[in-house]
Each structure stands twice: as structure tokens, then as C-alpha cells.
């Protein structure tokens, strides 16, 4: 077997892999919470083959509309069969399995383009998502409208507002550099929020920790 098939080969299985690894977590959830939901370990394999068949093929036809099309037709079956299943059972409103297919169909495309690590850092990614479920729910149940309007002006103060800042001397004294001195301004009150949240989540006694420990590693940073 030539080199090009081995890896032919390699990524075949790397795509089925991430399909029985969502798969797996997919077909634990219906059997333990929803017995009547969309898919398991099988279906999510064949969604993973598609995805890499359909992109091999369309590689060696130099055709991207095989994958396109592909992934229209798996998008048109997850649709319809969350449409009937909601018929049956109008409380079962979620999205999260169907939602997850397409991603499995799409990364097993990714794998045979050529973006295997990514493929297989975002399946892991994907399976830590849905496995983490409850642990995300009870996080997000715990953040009320300050906490957030407080980590979104922290996100714009950092992504938005710190990347149009000139990183260069603006006096002429060749002082104040207005990115370095909002960079610590984020840093400062990154500081904050986290020991804020880590009292709020931890206690007092472990929240001080945290947020000595991450405050040292901030001052050292900065420095």
C-alpha cells in the first residue's frame, strides 16, 4: 500500500473516530434522558463518513459541490426528523443533537481536506461541550445580568477597544503609550472580575487564593 494510502487511510479513521467519539456521549444521553431523540453511535459514524466521503470524492473530482451538497442533504435529514419528533413530543424543543450531526459531517470533511488536528481538537471540543451539560447549566444559572454586562465591557475593552490604541509613545517624553496603559487598565480589572467571581463561586477562603495566585501572575506579566 503506497504512502498517499495510508494516509488515506489514517484519515478515514480519524473522521470515523470523532463521529463514534459524539456519537458515544449522543447515544448515552437518549438512553439515560431522551429515549425518543434524534440519533447514537451509529448514525453519527455514517454522518462522519459522509462528511469524509463526500469530501474525498470532491478532492478527486476537483468539485466542491459533492461536500456542499453533502452537508445540505444531512442538514434536510436532521431537520426533518427534529419536525417529527417534535409531532410526537412538543416539549423536546432542542436542537443540541441534530445541531451536533451537522458538526460531525463537517469534520469529518475537515479531515480529508487536510485540517485533521483541528478537526480533532474541535471534536473533542464539541464532545466536551455536550458532556459537560449539566455543569454549564448550573455556571450559567449562576451569572446574573451584572456579571455579564460586566464580562461583556471587559470583551470590548479587549477586543475591541485595545486593538485601535497606537502601541507607541505619544508624548514627547517617550512615556505614555496609550496600548500598554490600557492593557494594564484590562489587566486590573480582569483581576477584579475574577476575584469577584471566584469569592462569589468558591467562598471567601478559596476565592482569595485564586485570586492571589492569578493576580501574581499578572503582576509578573506585566512587569
Same mark, same amino acid.
Given at each position: 500500500m503506497s504512502e498517499f494510502d495510508i494516509d488515506m487511510v489514517q484519515n478515514f479513521l480519524i473522521a470515523l473516530l470523532l463521529g463514534?467519539?459524539?456519537?458515544?456521549?449522543?447515544? &448515552?444521553?437518549?438512553?439515560?434522558?431522551?429515549?425518543?431523540?434524534?440519533?447514537?453511535?451509529r %448514525?453519527?459514524?455514517?454522518?462522519?463518513? #459522509? /462528511?469524509?466521503?463526500?469530501?474525498?470524492?470532491?478532492?478527486h473530482l476537483q468539485?466542491?459541490?459533492?461536500?456542499?451538497?453533502? @452537508?445540505?442533504?444531512?442538514a434536510l435529514a436532521v431537520l426533518t426528523a427534529y419536525i417529527l419528533e417534535n409531532r410526537h413530543?412538543? !416539549?423536546a424543543l432542542g436542537l443540541t443533537s441534530e445541531i451536533s450531526a451537522i458538526t460531525v459531517c463537517l469534520l469529518g470533511g475537515a479531515v480529508m481536506f487536510g485540517y485533521a488536528e483541528? $478537526?480533532?481538537?474541535? /471534536?473533542?471540543? !464539541?464532545? #466536551? =461541550?455536550? !458532556?459537560? &451539560?449539566?455543569?454549564?447549566?448550573t455556571m450559567v444559572s &449562576?451569572?446574573?445580568?451584572?456579571?455579564?454586562? #460586566? /464580562? @461583556? &465591557?471587559?470583551? =470590548?475593552a479587549s477586543f475591541i477597544v485595545l486593538p485601535l490604541l497606537p502601541n507607541e509613545p505619544v508624548d514627547p517624553w517617550q512615556a505614555l503609550n496609550p496600548y500598554r496603559l490600557w492593557l494594564l487598565v484590562?489587566?486590573?480589572?480582569?483581576?477584579s472580575l475574577l476575584g469577584y467571581v471566584a469569592v462569589r463561586w468558591l467562598g471567601a477562603a478559596h476565592g482569595a487564593v485564586v485570586t492571589g495566585i492569578s493576580g501574581g501572575l $499578572?503582576?509578573? %506579566?506585566?512587569?
Open positions: 463514534a467519539l459524539v456519537g458515544i456521549e449522543r447515544e &448515552k444521553h437518549r438512553r439515560d434522558e431522551h429515549p425518543g431523540s434524534f440519533g447514537g453511535l %448514525t453519527y459514524i455514517l454522518f462522519a463518513q #459522509a /462528511g469524509a466521503v463526500s469530501a474525498w470524492l470532491s478532492l468539485s466542491p459541490w459533492l461536500f456542499v451538497i453533502t @452537508v445540505l442533504v444531512v413530543n412538543p !416539549t483541528l $478537526a480533532v481538537m474541535l /471534536g473533542i471540543l !464539541t464532545s #466536551a =461541550i455536550l !458532556t459537560f &451539560k449539566r455543569p454549564l447549566h &449562576k451569572i446574573d445580568n451584572e456579571d455579564l454586562y #460586566a /464580562g @461583556v &465591557k471587559l470583551l =470590548i484590562i489587566l486590573i480589572s480582569s483581576m $499578572a503582576s509578573s %506579566t506585566a512587569v
